[in-house]
Antibody, heavy 122, light 108 residues
Framework: EVQLVESGGGLVQPGRSLRLSCAAS????????MHWVRQAPGKGLEWVSG????????GYADSVKGRFTISRDNAKNSLYLQMNSLRAEDTALYYC???????????????WGQGTLVTVSS | EIVLTQSPGTLSLSPGERATLSCRAS???????LAWYQQKPGQAPRLLIY???SRATGIPDRFSGSGSGTDFTLTISRLEPEDFAVYYC?????????FGPGTKVDIK
């Protein structure tokens, strides 16, 4: 059974940093691209960032480019999102999601975690 | 960057009726790399359709997707009570993999 468990969320002041983690199990982690998608309270989904199976391809939404860094550790079956210079508008539930396409850069997202909440406020 | 728009914003229908949801892209989506997701309150999104028209594993055949280029449609042939939810389209042919703003299907 595929499981994605996010952690690392919390309350943080504007301008500070936070690192999210996603622990994956139930599939061959290093065969699939992984993504972060966020959802502000009461709003729609926003794709934040994605990373290919071998970290060779990485993408970011314009809203986070230069502030957020995605990475993965295939030996630990883990995905990360380093978030710097956080703003109030980064407040959201952050989902980790698995790409459905094996060994490709970008596919549909077939499994999602339950999310970790990030609140940016003074 | 490809921008997606969805219409209508809200669709009010009764169980048993047919639902037709639209997703339009600001430029052509390569290789029909378009997906549809369903999200219910308090839950993570669930993949329904990928490649514009392929149903994901375990998705009932009352859900169908169609379209190409810039115009895509999700059809629910006969609404079941559990289908009332918000539906999002997403293009994944190029980064960023933007989502549309969503269509809420609620009970009339």
């Amino acid at each position: 059974e595929v499981q994605l468990v996010e952690s690392g969320g919390g309350l943080v002041q504007p301008g500070r940093s936070l690192r999210l983690s996603c622990a994956a199990s139930g599939f061959t982690f290093d065969d699939y691209a992984m993504h972060w998608v966020r959802q502000a309270p009461g709003k729609g989904l926003e794709w934040v960032s994605g990373i290919s199976w071998n970290s060779g391809s990485i993408g970011y939404a314009d809203s986070v480019k230069g502030r957020f860094t995605i990475s993965r550790d295939n030996a630990k079956n883990s995905l990360y999102l380093q978030m710097n210079s956080l703003r109030a508008e980064d407040t959201a539930l952050y989902y980790c999601a698995k790409d459905m396409e094996e060994l490709l850069w970008f596919g549909a997202l077939d499994y999602w975690g339950q999310g970790t909440l990030v609140t940016v406020s003074s | 960057e490809i921008v997606l728009t969805q219409s209508p914003g809200t669709l009010s229908l009764s169980p048993g009726e047919r639902a037709t949801l639209s997703c339009r892209a600001s430029q052509s989506v390569s290789s029909s790399y378009l997906a549809w997701y369903q999200q219910k309150p308090g839950q993570a999104p669930r993949l329904l359709i990928y490649g514009a028209s392929s149903r994901a594993t375990g998705i009932p055949d009352r859900f169908s997707g169609s379209g190409s280029g810039t115009d895509f449609t999700l059809t629910i042939s006969r609404l079941e009570p559990e289908d009332f939810a918000v539906y999002y389209c997403q293009q994944y042919g190029s980064s960023p993999g933007n989502f549309g703003p969503g269509t809420k299907v609620d009970i009339k």
